[in-house]
């Protein structure tokens, strides 16, 4: 079972990504991961072609991945509904608009099976895949934890992307909007993010329906 960052949590770990260069540069990627909700591998496909900052949406259409062998692939999303259209927040927009300032320019842009422009690039100018996210994540935390009394939960791109889902749940989105943004091809699998609720969504919950105005006057019985 996946656990949702708690809005302690991220505030906590957010302020610590801040405060040296060495983690700051992850920074973007992971405002644009707890913003969206993508997949990591979807977020490393993106090409500078698929952000439209006029209209504020990200266009969905494929993963970038790597095998064992260092060779680089294209992958449709993982569900007949991945592929898909994702508005920006303001935080989000800007850490895009981040990205593309500090993004080097590239003598040769790398063309992988027909696409080229990745948005995200390693030191060495290279795509990233989400190996890298991966193990910078764990560094971040572990070296946190050994430095804090409060600890904070294991966190890897997948808690981001399920972090956003339960936020937006929690909000009262409605479900198939819900699934849309997340690429759910199964409503199920989004109505499963509601099982990680907290009290506090639930107490919210709770009281916006006991303070409803009573429609008709009639009561209902369980």
Known sequence: VRKALSQEEKERFLEY???DKCRRKHYNEIIILLGTGLRVSELYGLTKSD???????????????????C???IEPPKT??????????????????????????????QMIDGCAGFLFLDKDGKPKVALHLEHALKRMVDKYNATHDVPLPPITPHVLRH???TEMANAGMD?????????????????????HSSYEAAAHAFG????????GGESVEA
């Open 175 to 195: 479900v198939k909007s819900l699934q849309y943004l997340m690429g759910h091809s199964d409503v199920n699998t989004t109505l499963n993010i509601y099982t």
């Open 163 to 165: 972090t956003f889902c």
């Open 71 to 73: 060779k680089y692939y």
């Open 17 to 19: 990504v801040l405060q």
């Open 208 to 215: 916006k329906v006991k303070s409803a105005p009573d429609k």
């Open 80 to 109: 007949r509904s991945g592929t898909r259209f994702i508005p920006m927040s303001d935080v989000v927009c800007q850490a895009l608009m981040d990205t593309f300032n500090n993004r080097k320019p590239q003598r040769v842009e």
């Open 51 to 69: 952000i439209d900052f006029e209209s504020r949406k990200i266009r969905i259409e494929r993963q970038l991945t790597r095998d064992k062998h």
